[in-house]
C-alpha cells in the first residue's frame, strides 16, 4: 500500500509538471489541444457539444457510430475504438452506461489502456461501482496515465444547458487539470476526495432521488385521487415543506411541467434501467458497508420491477405511471 502511495505521489508530481507544461503550451497555441470524448448517448452528446462550444476539438467513439453523427456534423472526427482515440489525444473523457461498459472501454482488447499516452489524463463520468473505478485507476497508473472519477448529475436537460454537477474523485493536485474541461460541461465541479469518492457522491445522490421520484409520484396520485388539480398541488407542494428536485424541476405527473420527460411520455432523460442500476449500486455499497438503506432497497425492487414490466427504457420519472397501472391491475 505505501509503495503504491509512493509511487502515486512520484507520478502526481511527474505528471503536475507535465500539466503545467501541456497548459501552458496549449496557451501559447491558436486552437485548442484535442479531447477525446466516448459515449455518444443522451449525457454524452450534449456534454461533446459543449466541450466543442468551447473551443475543443473532439475525437470520439462509440459502439453505436451512428451515435456520434450529430457531433461529427460539428467536427468531431470520429474513431473506430477507444484506444484509437487515446492514441490521438491526451485527454479522454468516457460517459458509459454502467460498469461492464467501462472496464471494456479502459481494459478490453479495444481499450484505452491499449494504446494510451504516457501522462494522459482519463476522466470517467458513467455512474459505476467505485471499487471499479480504484482498480481502473491502478491499471492506468501502470501505464502512466491518470485516472479520476466524475460521475455527474443533473440530467439531459442540464448536460444541454452546460450547468451539470460533477463529483470528482482523485488526485487532488490534479483537480484543477480535470475542472478546466469539466467546467465547459458544468457549472459545480466539486472535489470528493481519492479515486471513487466521485461515484460515492453520486451513488448517495442518486438513492435520495429515488426515494423522492417514488415519494413525489405516490403523493402527485393521492392528490389528484382525493380531486385536486395536479398543478395545483404541484404548486401547493413546491411553496411547502414538501418542495423537492422531482416535484419542482422533473415532476413525474404529465400536464404539470412542460420540457420534462413527463410531457414527453417519459422518453428521453434518465432511464429506469440506469437508475436500477444506481440504486443495485447503492445496494451493494450499503452491504459491504454494514449500512441499512431500507427505503433505498425498497427503491430498487420498485425500478427493477418496472424494468420487468416494460418501463426500461423510459425515464424514471414513468413510476408515476407504473402507480397508475398498478392500482388498476
Ligand atoms: P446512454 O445509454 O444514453 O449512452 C451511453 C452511450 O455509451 C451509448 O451511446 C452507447 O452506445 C455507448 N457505449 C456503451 N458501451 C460502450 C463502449 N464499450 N465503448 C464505447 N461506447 C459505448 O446513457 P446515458 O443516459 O448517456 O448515461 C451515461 C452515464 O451517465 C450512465 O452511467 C448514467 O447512469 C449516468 N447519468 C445519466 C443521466 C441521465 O439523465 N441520462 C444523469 C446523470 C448520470
Known sequence: MAAIIRRSANFSLK?????????????SMASKVPVGFIGLGNMGNPMAKNLIKHGYPIVVADIFPES?????????????????????????ITMLPSTPNVIEAYTGPNGILKKVKKGS??????????LVSKEIAKEAEKTGALFMDAPVSGGVGAARAGNLTFMVGGLEGEFNAAKELLSCMGTNVVYCGEVGTGQAAKICNNMLLAISMIGTAETMNLGIRLGLDPKLLAKILNMSSGRCWSSDTYNPVPG??????????????????LMAK??????????NTKT????????HQIYRMMCARGYAQKDFSAVFQFLREEENI
Open 15 to 27: 505528471y503536475s509538471n507535465y500539466v503545467r507544461h501541456r497548459v501552458v503550451s496549449s496557451r
Open 68 to 92: 456520434c453523427k450529430e457531433v461529427q456534423d460539428l467536427g468531431a472526427q470520429i474513431m473506430d475504438s477507444s484506444a484509437d482515440v487515446a492514441e490521438r489525444v491526451d485527454r479522454v
Open 121 to 130: 489524463l482519463l476522466i470517467d463520468s458513467s455512474t459505476i461501482d467505485p
Open 256 to 273: 404539470v411541467m412542460d420540457g420534462v420527460p413527463s410531457a414527453n411520455d417519459y422518453q428521453g432523460g434518465f432511464t429506469t434501467t
Open 278 to 287: 444506481d440504486l443495485g449500486l447503492a445496494q451493494n455499497t450499503a452491504t
Open 292 to 299: 441499512p438503506a431500507l427505503l433505498g432497497t425498497l427503491s
